[in-house]
């Protein structure tokens, strides 16, 4: 069993930053494929970056250039980092976590962007 805990969701303006964590409680958290998704109100929970154990990192194109997904291998720790935050970037973020038929999620974190 995999506990994943999001932090450092909020309320920023438009152009603002945000960086969202993840913590997770894996063994060998290394050895997994982590990824942020996010869902909006009525809409589905989409891709928004992913980091696999070797530290290849993918970005949906509405992101790239602007998001930077890392992790931390010895603080079990992965990353998102925001930048010049749109008002359709605003949604619930999930931490996910994947490593063979195994898939885990967090419990989600607000993003509010607002003038």
């Known amino acids: 069993q995999v506990q994943l805990v999001e932090s450092g969701g909020g309320l920023v303006q438009p152009g603002g930053s945000l960086k969202l964590s993840c913590a997770a409680s894996?063994?060998?958290?290394?050895?997994?494929?982590m990824g942020w998704y996010r869902q909006a109100p009525g809409k589905h929970r989409d891709l928004v970056a992913t980091?696999?154990?070797?530290?290849?990192?993918n970005y949906a194109d509405s992101v790239k250039e602007r998001f930077t997904i890392s992790r931390d291998n010895g603080k079990n720790t992965v990353y998102l980092q925001m930048n010049n935050l749109k008002p359709e970037d605003a949604a619930v973020y999930y931490c996910?976590?994947?490593?063979?038929?195994?898939?885990?999620w967090g419990q989600g974190t607000q993003v509010t962007v607002s003038s």
């Open positions: 980091i696999t154990s070797g530290g290849t990192t």
């Open positions: 894996a063994s060998l958290f290394s050895f997994w494929n």
């Open positions: 996910n976590a994947r490593r063979t038929l195994s898939e885990y």
